[in-house]
């Protein structure tokens, strides 16, 4: 489907239920075909992202078999057979490609055109150091890679990035070095890689910004994929705008509850259960609420949708420190503005963030995604909850990689018509 067709303005009201988380999903299959014997996932996330993972998985001789919403993966890989395509997927580029090093042989790891824009220098650049020789186009700066790997040997390496993928790809080209490897952040970043090692048996030191990984075998085992937040992000901020939504399920643990931070410091209505991680959203009278660097990290992938609640806010909001965002699936603070812009938002650019001034409604848009599924789910809350009449959001396909059946949840909890496909 190109585009979608979203009709505002609608209440917002019922129970989610998220796909699994994509950061999580990505690293159960990684971690279980790293491991010796039979390991079980269940709540994969069943985007496109963490498919493109699976397959290049079994491309290196992973046994990955679905049964049902049960995933069973029988460790073991090698050199690939083939090209790995990661799709649109920087989480499954980079985490492959620290892989990758630690395996002897050679990796060719691609993607679709977004991807192959994206800096890969961040994780070239401390594998080489390892010992691994990676090259790439323009350089070695973006994909196709190639990384011949083997060999390794740990480093302590203190990135220029806050970067849990980049953390991550050195953790992973770790497991087979000699001697331990460290990653030294400037800010922390979340923490699913440790603690997934730690699952599967790795012995790992994390001390605020700076994680230790000693080289040693993984120990099959289980795993259970919690509900996505950065999902359900875009869900709570439907229910503030207009409604009420329960989402329950999520994963609320280190670097990736900051929105509810956020949304909190804006004065939202939230309840959160951390033993169950269900958050509950009702309608709310929000106000601006500025983010600096330090918060970026852990609201990395929710600020398309904490800028449609700035958007929605009284007075002004300013983000700062958040040039990460221009090399995310697409230039997210380009495509953040120009969405914004589209509803007849007040929103500026700033080379590390953007300024929104808030305003009590919207005026119906076209939106284009950019490539880019964050921009459009962004796009669909604020066209359901603040625009009157109807948006198209041409790019709609996007939405696939990580949320394939967010247009029916939102016809869940909107009601019939809230959305449909729509021509051109
Ligand atoms: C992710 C880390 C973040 C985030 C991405 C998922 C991960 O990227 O934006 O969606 O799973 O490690 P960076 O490491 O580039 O910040």
């Known amino acids: 489907m190109g585009r ?21 999903s990505h690293r159960a299959l990684i971690l279980s075909s790293l491991a010796e014997g039979v390991s079980t996932i269940s709540g994969l996330s069943g985007g496109e992202d963490v498919a493109a993972t699976r397959r290049a998985l079994v491309r290196m001789g992973a046994d990955i078999t ?29 985490l492959l490609a620290g892989m990758c090093a630690g395996i002897d042989g050679v990796s060719v790891l691609t993607g679709d055109r977004y991807l192959r824009r994206r800096p890969m220098d961040r994780i070239a650049v401390p594998l080489r150091r390892m010992g691994a020789h990676v090259d790439g186009r323009e350089n070695g700066r973006v994909a196709p890679l190639v990384v011949r790997g083997g060999g390794l040997r740990g480093i302590t390496y203190a990135s220029p990035v806050a970067s849990a993928q980049v953390k991550s790809s050195l953790l992973l080209a770790g497991l087979s070095a000699q001697g331990s490897t460290t990653v030294i952040e400037p800010h922390p970043t979340r923490r699913h890689t440790e603690e997934m ?36 992000a875009f869900w709570v901020v439907a229910g503030l705008l207009g409604g009420e939504v329960e989402v329950p399920g999520l994963y609320l643990g280190h670097g990736r509850a900051g929105f509810l931070d956020v949304l909190s410091r804006m004065g939202a209505d939230l309840d959160v259960d951390p033993a169950t991680g269900t958050v509950r959203a009702r309608a709310s009278r929000l106000r601006g609420a500025d983010l600096e660097a330090s918060h970026v990290p852990g609201v990395v992938d929710e600020i398309p949708i904490l800028a449609v609640a700035a958007a929605a806010a009284e007075g002004s909001t300013i983000i700062s420190g958040a040039a990460e965002l221009r090399v995310k699936e697409s230039d997210r603070i380009a495509s953040t503005v120009a969405m914004l812009r589209a509803f007849g938002v007040a929103a500026e650019e700033r080379p590390d963030g953007m300024v929104i001034h808030g305003r009590p409604a919207f005026t119906p848009a076209e939106v284009d995604s950019r490539g880019d599924h964050r921009i459009a789910m962004a796009a669909a809350v604020a066209a359901i909850a603040r625009a009157e009449g109807d948006t198209a959001i041409a790019g709609w396909e996007a939405v696939a990689t990580s949320y394939p059946g967010f247009a029916e949840d939102l016809v869940g909890v909107a009601g019939a018509g809230a959305c449909a496909p729509a021509d051109g």
């Open 66 to 94: 679905v049964d049902g919403a049960l995933v069973r993966v029988e460790g073991g890989v090698r050199e690939p057979d083939d090209v790995l395509d990661c799709g649109n997927a920087g989480t499954g580029i980079r």
């Open 197 to 232: 090692l730690t699952a599967f048996g790795v012995r790992v030191e994390v001390r605020e910004e700076r994680v230790t990984v000693h080289p040693g075998p993984l120990t099959a085992t289980d795993v259970a994929v919690p509900g996505d937040p950065s999902q359900a």
């Open 4 to 24: 979608l067709r979203v009709s505002g303005i609608r209440e917002v009201k019922g129970v989610v239920r998220v796909p699994g988380d994509k950061s999580v």
